[in-house]
């Protein structure tokens, strides 16, 4: 017997084989609050005016931010953003139907949300290819990865799909070779590359090997990413209260967690 409706299984077995889904942002007044919001901090660190096209601000940004002072830049951008106390509030809201359907409804998130922005042609933002689980995450973990512009081509990211990654795991001593370049360029020709356009909401595996390359596209890729897991499940490196805050537990498991049996004299 199925316990899940339609729309939940089907999401469920699409994130099964393909390690991945993307859909439309499922709250619209969050994603304009959040994209408004970064192009306002973004404004207010360079000093000039707040644009009235947000979109065609952030695609425009490497015209007026070089290269050298990007990271110093985007540092300003993430802190301003996470200092805003709606900000994790808003991002859970953009994936809440399908981080139920996916991890389950007692959910820990990520305390801070993630921003990444690669400029065209810029060697310094580029995410070699890796898994997260490589470095110790849980495998229980899944990313919300949140384009704030359209993401297309080298402008977006990619991903090596389940049963390419197992077949690659497998083969990881043989193929693996001495660097990352070398990873990628035994796994180049099975990557998938997601499409990922402004208002939808892209939710993956992040124990399956992912990256960029060098943005070759004439625009600024601006997203963000940040991890969600079942409260419940095995952590990892990243601990409850160091780097997941609990933002969803039910009245039941509070009751249990405090729940003490009877003294008995």
Excluded at 57 to 80: A, M, T, Y
Excluded at 128 to 149: K, R, Y
């Amino acid at each position: 017997m199925v316990f899940t409706s339609d729309e939940d299984l089907a999401i469920a077995n699409e994130y099964l084989n393909l390690g991945y889904i993307i859909r439309p942002n499922a709250d619209k007044e969050a994603y304009k609050w959040i994209q408004q919001s970064t192009a306002t901090v973004a404004a207010d660190a360079l000093n000039i005016e707040r644009p009235t096209d947000n979109e065609k601000f952030l695609n425009e940004i490497h015209n007026l931010v070089e290269p050298s002072k990007l990271n110093d830049f985007r540092l300003k951008v993430i802190q301003g953003l996470n200092a805003l106390p709606e900000f994790r509030l808003m991002y859970f809201r953009l994936a809440k139907p399908y981080l139920e359907a996916i991890v389950g409804n007692e959910l820990a998130m990520q305390q801070r949300i993630n921003l990444s922005i690669q400029m065209p042609n810029d060697t310094s933002s580029l995410l070699p290819v890796h898994a997260d689980t490589w470095s110790g995450d849980s495998p229980f973990e899944v990313v919300v990865w949140l384009p704030l512009v359209n993401c297309f081509g080298t402008k977006a990211m990619y991903l090596l799909p389940p049963t390419e990654s197992a077949k690659f795991s497998d083969e990881f001593s043989k193929r693996g070779g001495s660097s990352s370049e070398s990873i990628f360029d035994s796994i180049k020709t099975e990557v998938k590359w997601l499409e990922v356009k402004s208002g939808q909401v892209l939710v993956f595996d992040q124990s399956l090997p992912h990256g960029n390359r060098l943005n070759e596209e004439t625009e600024t890729r601006w997203s963000m990413n940040c991890r969600f897991k079942g409260v419940f499940t095995p952590y990892g490196d990243k601990k409850p209260g160091e780097f997941f805050e609990p933002i969803t537990l039910r009245p039941a498991s509070r009751r249990g967690m405090s729940y003490e049996l009877p003294k008995i004299s």
